[in-house]
């Protein structure tokens, strides 16, 4: 398929595409036998990666672990321990943001009850 038809079935722009595809983290392919244009022809198994990069990049995950996730998934025989290890440490982060903004959240309802109680020294 081309690019216009992959953008299409992954519910992705043309940009994005092609700026995964710099990134390596896609690949499409040039027919050699044609020399009129330079269109590329991408497979079932773009989408697939572009699936996988969207739902990443909706859980946290950064590109270079994406690009992680990518190659345990499709180039790995054994992906499974190294995976894991990755979607655990995603957890641990997870946890430590979660500690950080609970701790931001004090301080945020502490300087709303010092306005509310008159204690701002700027009225």
Not at 103 to 109: A, G, P, V, Y
Request: net charge neutral; hydrophobic share 35%; proline share 1%.
């Amino acid at each position: 398929m081309l690019i216009n038809e992959l953008s299409k079935r992954a519910g992705v722009t043309i940009h994005t595409i092609r700026y995964y595809e710099n990134l390596g983290l896609i690949k499409g392919t040039v027919n050699e036998e044609i020399k009129t244009n330079n269109y590329k022809s991408y497979d079932d198994n773009t989408v697939e990666r572009l699936e996988i990069i969207l739902e990443a990049k909706e859980v946290g995950f950064t590109l270079a672990e994406i690009r992680t996730l990518l190659h345990n998934w499709f180039e790995n025989s054994n992906p499974k321990a190294e995976t894991l290890e990755l979607f655990k440490l995603k957890i641990q982060d997870i946890n430590h943001k979660i500690r950080q903004f609970k701790q931001i959240k004090k301080r945020l309802e502490k300087v709303c009850d010092e306005l509310e109680n008159g204690k701002c020294i700027n009225e």
